[in-house]
């Protein structure tokens, strides 16, 4: 037996190293670039905020990008400055406070050290040199106060951009690896698709969240109860039920995280794919973007045999209701409804 059994070691495959991984990779981000639009009741500023970390924490995010909160006269370089928070959101004694409170939840906080947020041009339209500095000295101050990272926008209307994207990249550097950035400037695709940032609160009419019944003086729309974060939390079948399923099951699961990706079968409206790991279990995505059903018939065509289809595959969600949740599904003859999604899993074999 023990000579069988040191066989079996011998024999097994070797496992592959883990890819290393900075924090923003393991999840997505999520930017409030508006409190008020954020917290909805005419409320809106750091200590507001930091009541609903426990909302952000249950999406599973990586980070908060945040504001511009700094100080900042529309227009006016003396009258901004970006070592201060704007009085209407709170006290640096408030941003500590929230900053601190993320990260026990582990949260990364980001600052957006836009100067200009609230004028015509972000980075002002004379002065250059005097901007650069300013945006120098404050990553330097909230680097060094706890912040995990900065965004800048508009980043096009700055002169001489890259120079000062290269010089204060080196200054995150210097603070630390773990250290994020990102400008968002006209051509974000690639930095979207490595850092997904959800960008659901832009400082110019926001929507209002709807956490529940009580916001609804602040809208003229018609809503209704099922719309509230309050009443979709209550509801398995919602859109945020759904994302909170998703990013659960991203942050638990290897070839989620960070697996091999596949494309399968692609035409008009519709994408297939698979993510897989090593020996992990593998997941299959299916995605049909059209307005009618249609027949997926997944083939595994110019696919390495370690990312190979089987026959049928299980059903982990589906974004329409209907479909039962770990039922066996043939993929040749895979059939999906209008607007459908489908997340399937299936084993791995040796």
């Given amino acids: 037996m023990l000579a069988g059994a040191v066989v079996i070691i011998v024999r097994a495959p070797r496992c ?71 009085p209407n959101f709170g006290s640096k004694e408030d941003f500590a406070s929230l900053l601190q409170s993320a990260k026990k939840k582990s949260i990364r906080v980001i600052l957006d050290l836009t100067p200009n947020y609230q004028g015509e041009n972000s980075w002002f339209s004379t002065q250059v040199d005097t901007v650069a500095t300013k945006v120098k000295d404050a990553l330097e101050f909230w680097l060094q106060a706890g912040v995990d990272g900065f965004q800048v926008r508009d980043i096009e209307n700055l002169k001489d951009a890259s120079s000062f994207l290269a010089e204060w990249q080196n200054i995150t550097n210097g603070f630390g ?131 190979s289809l089987p026959a049928k595959a299980d059903l982990l969600l589906s974004t329409q209701p209907g479909r039962e949740e770990g039922s066996p599904l043939e993929l040749e003859s895979l059939k999906l409804e209008p607007h459908e999604g489908l997340l399937l899993r299936f084993p791995y074999v040796a």
Wanted: glycine share 10%; net charge negative; proline share 4%.
């Fill in 16 to 86: 592959r190293d883990l890819p290393v991984q900075k924090w923003w990779h393991t999840g997505a981000l999520y930017r409030i670039g508006d409190l008020q639009g954020f917290q909805g009741n005419g409320a809106g500023n750091l200590a507001g905020l930091k009541g609903h970390l426990d909302y952000l924490s249950s999406l599973k995010v990586k980070g908060l990008v945040l504001g511009p909160i700094h100080k900042n006269q529309k227009d006016d370089v003396a009258g901004t400055d970006l070592l201060q928070i704007d």
């Fill in 177 to 307: 690896e773990d250290r994020w950035s990102v400008d968002l400037s006209v051509n974000t695709e690639d930095t979207a698709l490595h850092n997904p940032v959800f960008s659901a609160f832009q400082p110019v009419e926001a929507p209002v969240m709807l956490w529940d019944e009580s916001n609804f003086p602040y809208i003229s729309a018609a809503v209704r109860a099922n719309m509230t974060v309050k009443g979709q939390s209550e509801d398995p079948g919602s859109l945020l039920s759904l994302f909170r399923r998703l990013s659960d099951q991203r942050s638990k699961e290897r070839s989620l995280l960070h697996g091999d990706f596949h494309a399968l079968t692609s035409g008009p409206g519709f994408f297939s794919y698979i993510r897989h790991w090593d020996q992990n279990e593998r997941f299959l995505v299916v995605l049909n973007f059209g307005d009618v059903g249609l027949s997926a018939g997944l083939q595994a065509s110019d696919l390495p045999a370690s990312a």
